[in-house]
């Protein structure tokens, strides 16, 4: 099928464009830059929205914790900015382009919004649907309406900017989005410890974040994904790697990772360069990009072929569902958020669906993140929702679609 | 403000309604007696008083459920209830409504240290939970300033702040789970113990939906462990100007207290008079600004704050030393509202949300609207996230004086969305800023925002004459308007 492109160069062009197409009863395949396309179930329209042209920054205002920017943005574009006034996206936004083979850098602020990804901060900061204060955008109705707001707090009216984030495009082409930012930390250091199994890992990370001591990142790495690592001190242990990052002001930093040191037992401190390169890691599912080195391995995490879940848990019952995880199939796997993150990557079997969300009950929830588009077309990419809420997930997107123009099936068939 | 007129016919029908609701919620959770009703007549905003047709009280999930879908199908109102305080008559009941009060739902149901957070029953208070889990050394991070009263639940419902909300963030940021009931009887679980609710955002936008979206009856929220260290400076300066220069500072530099607060100088003269707090009478504006967190933090970031002040001219500065001195600092901020009560008969307090750098303009203006109402006005601020909260003196016993006020607190609102902000940071638009709501949303705006609340409540028999202007109905909000073929292909660029 030929598709058509139409690249707006401005939201008032957006609505003109879903206006034309609500009239021609044609879907559209909103994207960004396209960096995250695999992401998410198949969709097949004849016209693709491109909103790479919406872009640049709007307002930025660093004492007012907020930045103003058009959807189509380059994060490549905000990221640098927000660091030149020390500042950041605090919810650590993921970059995962290199997970499906593409350059790194290549996203846009609408897509990361879109599609909710947060990093290790996840745990203290929120995700990005916390950050998300205000959007601008063409519903599927072809209004240009906007939502929330350009201030850090504010309860007026209902909050659709939250609606919107992880929304993958189904409810509104997004124009324009209002973000908090906040100070990016002065200094950073990882306390880590070698050698502990799923269980006592995670017993470490919950006693670190049980302590008064702000850690803003707690992950797990089995010994086969801790080899895989690029940084030499968590390669070199030869062994599993539990991290525990501490960031803020030097003094802060210092005194904290002391205690920490002491309480956790740690084996290890890694200094700001290697922290920064490892927390990287962990956030872009770096272990499961696919790599040179392991090309036709047909083993292992980086293996290509493999499908790659993200599944969210109640932290204590993380070691639980890894274990069943690995038993059932043949998956690598690590933790993140204390343990309430499992990245999973996974020989392809027909049965990993049911293995995975069976493993998990109504812990929490699975998210296929790569697989090649047959395998997503013909299972649950999201997790299947007990049927009153899809029932109710239904009901919104058609409050802001009614016709299904927008992304239709991205998320669910027929959302 | 007009409320909705009341529907006669469900009226003429109560005992009816009363019957079919003691079917469900059996001896006192129903109340019809008038003296009895009269303790549901209005909530923290007690200028607007209405006696309901009938409370309910009921004591279980199912039993909120029945109602709900009862009502629905008798055609009646339901106005859902926590604790009643309120500042912008969320709770405000309805002459032909029945009030859903959730006072029964007070028991703690989970506290799980190992995945930090508590599932509770949403009357319980919300300083119940951080009592509930002090043992721990644990808390619950938002603090409105009615804490030792509101509920968990109505704080879902307004999205509730307090001062901590600029470091910890709103109830928003602080919720993992629901148990909700929509109009129609379905109970929904949203969330739980883990991260992210799979699917929409749908607890982000029940949060803050001020009760029109559906009836919350479980609630999780993450506890945080409590910072080691808390200290606090006060400062003070000599014009606002300085104040708000000085607050930029220290979020440029990096810092986000715990909590900082400027106070103005009517708001200073009446909190030092009324609880005695040491706070310096000379000055324009005064600063409390609290750092949290491991003493080594505390200790380094206090200097620099001091410092920040000094560079921007404060003419006072004081750096808590004990935890008793720390809390003398609070006790004049804590004590500002009732302090101002003493100094007047009423007032009325506001909740606005402006652009930090606006202060300025916004004080001078409203300074020359002070004069032209003639009526006073005191300033509190939380000054972190630039949510205002300017009381204004009034007295109800004087004809003309509440609609002199009420008209005075508008334009201040309205001041705040024509500089950039919002008319509403924490207290929620209820009925109180209702009718004000046009003035930050264009229609279109609020259209798609009543497009979601047919999605939850398609008959609107949920809280309404809240929130909303204007109501619309369900069919004719959804209704397409299609050009098939009368359109062209949009001048735009394509390949």
Redesign the interface.
């Known amino acids: 099928m030929t598709v058509?492109?139409?690249?707006?160069?401005s939201a008032v062009?957006a609505a003109?464009?879903v206006?034309?197409a609500?009239?021609?009863?044609t879907p559209l395949d909103v994207a960004g830059s396209g960096s995250k396309r695999g992401l998410g179930r198949p969709i097949q329209t004849a016209y693709t929205l491109d909103l790479s042209?919406l872009s640049g920054v709007v307002a930025y205002?660093?004492?007012?914790?907020?930045l103003t920017a058009r959807a189509g943005t380059p994060m490549a574009e905000i990221l640098p900015m927000l660091a030149e006034?020390?500042?950041q996206l605090a919810f650590e936004p993921q970059d995962l382009g290199p997970l499906f083979g593409r350059p790194e850098g290549q996203g846009t602020l609408g897509g990361v919004i879109s599609c909710?990804l947060a990093g290790p901060r996840?745990?203290s900061a929120?995700?990005a649907?916390?950050h998300t204060l205000g959007i601008e955008g063409v519903?599927g109705?072809g209004?240009?309406?906007?939502?929330g707001?350009?201030?850090?707090?504010?309860?007026?009216?209902?909050?659709?900017p939250?609606?919107m984030?992880?929304?993958f495009g189904t409810?509104t082409v997004l124009t324009e989005l209002t973000v908090k930012v906040?100070?990016?930390p002065?200094d950073v250091r990882t306390l880590l410890l070698a050698g502990r199994e799923d269980a006592a890992a995670v017993a470490a990370l919950?006693a670190a974040?049980?302590?008064?001591?702000?850690v803003s990142g707690a992950a797990h790495l089995p010994a086969a994904v801790a080899a895989r690592s690029h940084v030499r001190a968590v390669a070199a242990a030869g062994r599993a790697v539990t991290l525990v990052r501490v960031e803020?002001?030097g003094?802060?930093v210092?005194?904290?990772v002391a205690?920490l040191k002491e309480e956790l037992g740690a084996d290890a401190v890694l200094d700001q360069d290697e922290s920064r390169a490892v927390w990287k890691e962990v956030r872009d599912v770096a272990y499961f990009c696919p790599s040179p080195a392991s090309a036709g391995e047909g083993r292992g995490g980086g293996d290509a072929s493999r499908h790659v879940w993200k599944i969210?848990?109640?932290?204590?019952e993380g070691p639980r569902v890894a274990e069943s995880i690995r038993w059932a199939l043949d998956a690598e796997l690590y933790f993140d958020?204390g343990g309430?993150?499992i990245w999973a990557a996974v020989a392809p079997t027909p049965d990993s669906a049911t293995a995975i969300r069976g493993a998990l009950g109504?812990?929490?929830?699975a998210?296929l993140v790569r697989a090649p588009e047959d395998v997503r077309t013909t299972t649950e990419v999201?997790?299947p929702?007990?049927d009153?809420?899809?029932?109710?997930?239904r009901?919104?997107?058609?409050?802001?679609d009614?016709?299904g123009i927008l992304n239709p099936g991205r998320?669910?068939a027929g959302v | 403000m007009r409320m909705p007129a009341p529907d006669d016919g469900v009226i003429a029908r109560r005992r009816e309604i009363i019957a079919a609701l003691r079917a469900i919620v059996p001896g006192e959770g129903v109340i019809a007696d008038e003296s009895e009703l009269r303790a549901y007549e209005c909530d923290g905003l007690t200028a607007y008083r209405q006696l309901p047709m009938v409370v309910v009280l009921p004591s279980t999930t199912e039993q909120v459920s029945q109602v709900l879908r009862t009502c629905k199908a008798m055609g009646v109102k339901v106005v859902p209830r926590g604790a009643g305080t309120s500042l912008s008559g969320g709770a405000l009941p309805l002459a032909d409504g029945v009030l859903l009060g959730m006072g029964k739902f007070n028991r703690i149901l989970d506290i799980?240290?190992?995945?930090?957070c508590v599932v509770t029953q949403p009357g319980v208070t919300n300083l119940g939970i951080s009592t509930a889990v002090a043992h721990e050394?644990f808390y619950y991070a938002p603090d409105p300033s009615s804490q030792i009263a509101c509920t968990i639940g109505g704080n879902i419902a307004?999205?509730s702040?307090g001062v901590h909300?600029?470091k910890y963030?709103?109830t928003?940021?602080n919720v993992l789970g629901l148990e909700m009931v929509?109009m129609d009887g379905?109970?929904?679980?949203?969330g739980?113990?883990?991260?992210?609710?799979?699917?929409?955002?749908?607890m982000?936008?029940v949060?803050?939906?001020e009760g029109l979206l559906g009836v919350v009856t479980e609630v999780t929220v993450r506890i945080l462990?409590?910072?080691?260290t808390a200290r606090a400076v006060l400062i003070g300066f000599p014009t606002s100007e300085q104040g708000g220069d000085c607050v930029?500072?220290i979020?440029?530099a990096?810092?986000?207290p715990g909590g900082m607060e400027m106070m103005d100088r009517p708001a200073i003269h009446a909190a030092e008079d009324f609880v005695h707090a040491g706070y310096p009478l000379d000055v324009e504006a005064l600063l409390i600004v609290e750092l949290d967190?491991?003493?080594?933090?505390v200790?380094?970031?206090i200097d620099e704050v001091a410092e920040i002040a000094r560079s921007k001219g404060c003419c006072y500065s004081r750096v808590s030393t004990s935890e008793e001195e720390r809390l003398s600092f609070w006790a004049g901020r804590k004590a500002a509202f009732p302090a101002v009560g003493r100094i007047s008969p009423d007032y009325y307090c506001m909740d606005g949300?402006?652009?930090?750098?606006a202060l300025p303009l916004v004080l001078h203006r409203m300074q020359e609207m002070s004069d032209r109402y003639a009526l006073r006005v005191a300033n509190v601020f939380?000054a972190g996230?630039?949510?205002l909260h300017p009381l204004i003196l009034y007295d109800a016993n004087k004809p003309g004086e509440l609609e002199r006020a009420e008209a005075f607190g508008n334009d201040i609102l309205r001041l705040c969305v024509e500089v950039?902000?919002?008319?509403?940071?924490?207290?929620?638009?209820g009925v109180e800023?209702r009718d004000l709501?046009t003035d930050?949303?264009?229609e279109?705006?609020?259209?798609?925002?009543q497009?979601?609340?047919?999605?939850?409540d398609p008959d609107g028999l949920l809280n309404p004459g809240k929130?909303f202007p204007k109501l619309h109905r369900c069919a004719e909000l959804?209704r397409?308007h299609?050009?098939?073929?009368?359109?062209?292909?949009?001048?735009?660029?394509?390949?």
């Open positions: 058509t492109t139409v690249k707006p160069d062009q003109d464009a206006r034309w609500l009239s021609e009863g042209g205002e660093a004492e007012e914790l907020v006034r020390r500042q909710g996840r745990i929120g995700s649907r916390d519903n109705r209004d240009l309406y906007k939502g707001g350009k201030v850090v707090k504010n309860v007026t009216g209902y909050d659709v939250k609606l984030a992880g929304s409810l906040l100070p990016a002065e919950t974040l049980q302590s008064p001591y702000d803020g002001f003094p802060s210092t005194a904290r205690a969210s848990v109640q932290p204590s958020w309430g993150l109504t812990a929490g929830h998210t999201f997790h929702l007990p009153p809420v899809m029932a109710l997930s009901r919104v997107k058609e409050s802001f009614p016709c998320m669910y | 799980d240290v190992a995945n930090r050394g307004e999205n702040g909300c600029l963030g709103l928003t940021n929509l379905t109970i929904l679980r949203l739980g113990k883990h991260l992210d609710a799979g699917g929409y955002d749908l982000g936008v949060t803050g939906s462990k409590k910072p080691a930029a500072a979020i440029a990096g810092i986000i967190g491991p003493a080594a933090e200790d380094h970031l949300t402006i652009p930090r750098k939380h996230d630039g949510n950039g902000g919002v008319l509403t940071g924490e207290h929620g638009v800023k709501m930050q949303f264009d279109v705006d609020l259209d798609q925002q497009r979601i609340k047919c999605a939850f929130v959804g397409v299609i050009h098939k073929g009368e359109l062209r292909f949009p001048d735009i660029p394509r390949f």
